[in-house]
């Protein structure tokens, strides 16, 4: 099987959806040979920060000699970005060669389970990234949950520690209505007598059901300081606590840390859209921040970056994207009161809020605000006229949705004809 069907085969898979479950995982793990008890495992879970801590522990681990692995979500561009061994995408070929191995697998589970519920995409991908994990003889690997935890497919490892990096008010529909109900999903991830490790700023309720989970099974907590204590190569405030929680995780699984090795992890590691710089005069930024609590953070980091950036004569535009599941109300409201103009445009995903939309939700939300935006229903055509919005001395981010950005990072020609996986 070559890259191209291998895509296919997963983007088919998007017509059966999203089901919660960890059956279908755990059969898919026995006809695979249990390849998640071949290394040892970290499991991240969380709202926001969860890609970026992912790759930040996995940079100190290789930096303290251990073959490390990763596994994170959404992709980007491809499919087997979602899948690093020491801090590398494994290529096309191989993403394919584990694709292969886990449709075999998922032709056993499926025949015995029945039409009605065949194997998922994410289901797929995640038993890909495990054989192909314990394919490559990794250590230790960093596990980014999909969404959720209990029920999620990540959730058949045995993992040592256990990593929380938010929590906010996000996919109520599956996970609770509260931060505490939405906490406690997250947290069944928490295995007895493990560590898990606490990103700092945590919402008081999903603090206390942290110690009332970690209390029920013998666990212990960590909670992660704000400052790094490191320099970073990765751009904003937000990435400054990641890399503290990250940290934090990687001496809770080494039980201590090199300093040099965790300096230099820091001074290499970035994170593809957060804060990826993609030009300058302007400088422009693309920021997968894709919920209210995702764009705060992007805002409270602007003010260094554009002190840093703008000429006199220079504005702050943003090109935002938001799909019809997020609180585009909050989110346009903060970017409207951050920036100097709007360009609202659309991406691929056939849950994106049309253009037309967000501007009249904008009219409606801060008429007080007169933020100058206007539509350009092209995402390419929208970052060229943001840069003109912005002069050559300004400063332009896009924003509001993975896909986006997603779209923004490949050539006109081909975005359309790709599209991200849902999760």
Same mark, same amino acid.
């Given at each position: ?48 920060? *969860? ?134 999903? *997250?947290?069944?991830?928490? *295995? ?133 599941? *997020? ?97």
């Amino acid at each position: 099987m070559g890259p191209t069907e291998a895509e296919q085969r997963l983007l088919s898979l998007e017509l059966f959806g999203m089901r919660f479950g960890l059956e279908r995982m755990r059969r898919l793990m026995t006809a695979l040979g249990h390849p998640e008890r071949r290394f040892e495992s970290i499991h991240v879970v969380g709202t926001n920060g *969860k890609s970026s801590t992912t790759r930040m522990i996995a940079a100190i681990l290789a930096g303290h000699g251990l073959r490390v692995g990763a596994y994170t979500s959404p992709h980007l561009i491809g499919f087997n970005e979602r899948i690093r061994v020491d801090e590398q995408d494994i290529t096309p070929q191989r993403f394919a060669d584990a694709i292969e191995r886990a449709l075999r697998a998922a032709d056993q589970v499926n025949r015995s389970s029945g039409a009605e519920d065949p194997v998922t995409q994410f289901e797929l991908l995640t038993a890909a990234a495990y054989s192909e994990l314990a394919a490559s003889q990794v250590q230790v690997a960093v596990i980014e949950a999909g969404l959720g935890g209990r029920y999620d497919a990540t959730n058949v490892i045995p993992s040592n520690v256990q990593v929380l990096t938010s929590v906010g008010l996000e996919h109520t529909r599956w996970l609770g209505p509260t931060v505490s109900a939405i906490a406690r999903e *997250k947290l069944d991830v928490v *295995k007895p007598g493990a560590t898990l490790v606490l990103g700092s700023g945590m919402h008081p309720d999903a603090l206390a059901v942290a110690y009332e989970v970690t209390a029920e099974r013998g666990a212990r907590v960590i909670q992660a300081e704000a400052d790094p204590h490191a320099e970073l190569a990765a751009l904003g405030s937000y990435q400054r606590r990641n890399f503290a929680l990250a940290r934090a995780a990687a001496g809770a699984f080494l039980g201590r840390l090199d300093e040099a090795a965790t300096s230099e992890a820091a001074a290499r590691v970035r994170v593809p859209g957060r804060l990826q710089e993609i030009d300058q005069r302007p400088l422009t930024l693309l920021d997968g921040a894709h919920n209210p609590d995702g764009v705060a953070a992007l805002i409270e980091s602007l003010p260094a970056i554009v002190a840093g950036h703008r000429d006199a004569g220079g504005r702050v535009v943003a090109v935002v994207s938001i799909l019809d599941d *997020k609180d585009a109300a909050v989110m346009l409201r903060s970017l409207a009161c951050a920036c100097d103009a709007l360009v609202l445009t659309s991406s691929h995903n056939p849950r994106v809020l049309p253009p037309p939309t967000l501007s009249a939700l904008l009219d409606q939300l801060a008429p007080e605000l007169a933020t100058e935006h206007e539509v350009v229903p092209s995402a390419h055509a929208a970052l060229r006229r943001a840069r003109t919005l912005a002069g050559a001395g300004g400063v332009v981010i896009a924003t509001g949705s993975l896909y986006l950005v997603s779209e923004l990072l490949q050539d006109e020609s081909s975005a359309g004809r790709r599209r991200a996986s849902m999760l």
